[in-house]
């Protein structure tokens, strides 16, 4: 199929994960990409699997320069942006005893501020039409223990599929979200969580999944894909969520 034949598209946090799966369905489907990402190790190996056609820029999420100078390499380098899916972030899950003021406001300024000024930058090179996907999380609806912070941040930026679609709505320009549940991601690594306590977090995981087992980044990518063509153009300001039925047992 070639459902974003000659759209050009921009993924965040595409150098692994729920984003590197896009971006390689983007691909199939038809689209020319740029995604980014901030580790050397992912950026090289994204450069290797996606191709030599797919501009892999490093950028930090949190810099809202970063951000800004990401916007004008996307122009420079595609002209005008047909899709944007906005990828990159952060999942911290501690205690809220031991939150710090910096990383709580890292956090917001990964998953919340830098995709923020990152839209407003990308306002002049946007289509008319565009689409634009926001990758959020059940656990904006979920009141997961040790989540508060990500939980609001990913709640956050869930409102702004709504907030953004009715302000930029005139420009073509909508947005959606897709919400994933438990995925197979490196998420274990990021979050810290010892070898030896992994097998009961992903038992205690998988007993809140009706479907009993966690879903795939290429389960994800395909609501994402089906998000950013023109076969959702009637979908505005929604949330897609893919969850293997977590959120039906709140």
Known sequence: MSRLEGKRAL????TSGIGLETAKQF???GARVIVTGVNPATLAEARTVLGGEVLVVGADSASVSAQQALARTVQDHFGQLDIAFLNAGVSVWVPME???E?????????????????MQALLPVFTNP???????????????ARSSVYAATKAAFLNMAKTLSSELLDRGIRVNAVSPGPVETPLYDKLGIPDAYRAQV????????????????EEVA????YLASDESCWTIGSELTVDGGRTLNG
């Open 202 to 217: 992903n038992q205690d995981i998988l007993a809140t999944i009706p479907a009993g087992r966690f879903g795939t980044p």
């Open 130 to 144: 565009a689409s634009v996907v926001l990758n959020t999380s059940i656990n904006a609806h979920v009141g997961a």
């Open 98 to 100: 031991d939150w710090t």
């Open 27 to 29: 691909l199939a489907e």
């Open 222 to 225: 395909k609501a994402v894909v």
């Open 102 to 118: 910096d990383m709580f406001d890292r956090s917001f300024a990964v998953n919340v501020k830098g995709p923020y000024f990152l």
């Open 11 to 14: 993924i965040t946090g595409g």
